[in-house]
C-alpha cells in the first residue's frame, strides 16, 4: 500500500502557499514535514486529510483493496485541536470515536493504559491539563485502527516521558505496516525516516537521518 502526492498546491486564506509537492510514503514508512511558520506545514496535512481543498495536484491511495478504498477511510488526523468534547468524559470521548472510525483496534482502557493515563476514564475531558488532553487524543487513535497517521505536531503540551511514549507507539505502527506523515518543529524520535522541508527550493523530498 502507497500514498502518493503528486503536484500538490495549496492556499491559505486565498494566497498560494506552496505548489509543487510531491512525495510517496509506503507500509512501514514515515514522513517528517518541516519548515519555517507559515511554510504550509499545516495546509499540506489538512489537505491530504481532505479538510482543504487543494489548488493542484492529486492525492491517492494505493493497494487499499476494499479495506481502505479512499485516503479519507485510511487515516487517522491528530491536528492542534484534539477534537473532543470538553463536556463528555474521557470514556465517553474514546467510545464515541471508536464507533465513528470503526475498525475497532484497542479497547478504550487499553488504549489510555498505552498514553499512561489509565485513570482518567470518569473525568470530564474538560478537566485534564494541555498534556492530558493531548494523550488522550493520542488515545483516540489508538482505539480504532487505520494504515495512515497524519500528525501536526503531535508533541505539542507533552513532557519528556510522554515524548518518549509516544515515540514508541509511533514505531510499534510502524513495524505493523502503517503509514505516518507528521509535521513538528522537534525530533520525534523516528529514525531513517523521510524529509519534506517547505519552503525550501522545489521542495525536495530525500533521506534523512537526523530523526
Known sequence: ???VVQDLGGERGGE???SGIGFEVGDGEALIVTGANGSGKSTLLRIVA???????????????????????S??????????????????ENLRFWQEFCGNAHLDVEDAMEMVGLPQVGHLPYG?????????????????????VWLLDEPTA??????????AELMLAHLEDGG?????????????????LVMGETFNPLRAAQMF
Not at 485510511?74 to 470514556?91: Q, R
Not at 488522550?136 to 482505539?143: F, G, T
Not at 503509514?179 to 525516516?193: F, Q, S
Open 16 to 18: 498560494q502557499v506552496f
Open 74 to 91: 485510511s487515516l487517522h488526523y491528530l491536528g492542534h485541536g484534539n477534537a473532543m468534547k470538553t463536556a463528555l468524559s474521557v470514556e
Open 1 to 3: 500500500m502507497r500514498l
Open 127 to 147: 478537566y485534564l491539563s494541555t498534556g492530558q488532553k493531548r494523550r488522550i487524543a493520542i488515545a483516540k487513535i489508538l482505539v480504532s485502527y487505520r494504515p
Open 179 to 195: 503509514m505516518i506523515i507528521a509535521a513538528t518543529h522537534v525530533p520525534l524520535g523516528l529514525e531513517g525516516v523521510k524529509s
Open 157 to 166: 503540551g507533552l513532557d519528556a516521558r510522554s515524548e518518549k511514549q509516544f
Open 50 to 72: 481532505g479538510l482543504l481543498p487543494s489548488t493542484q495536484g492529486s492525492i491517492r491511495l494505493e493497494g487499499g483493496g476494499e479495506a481502505w478504498p479512499d485516503v479519507a
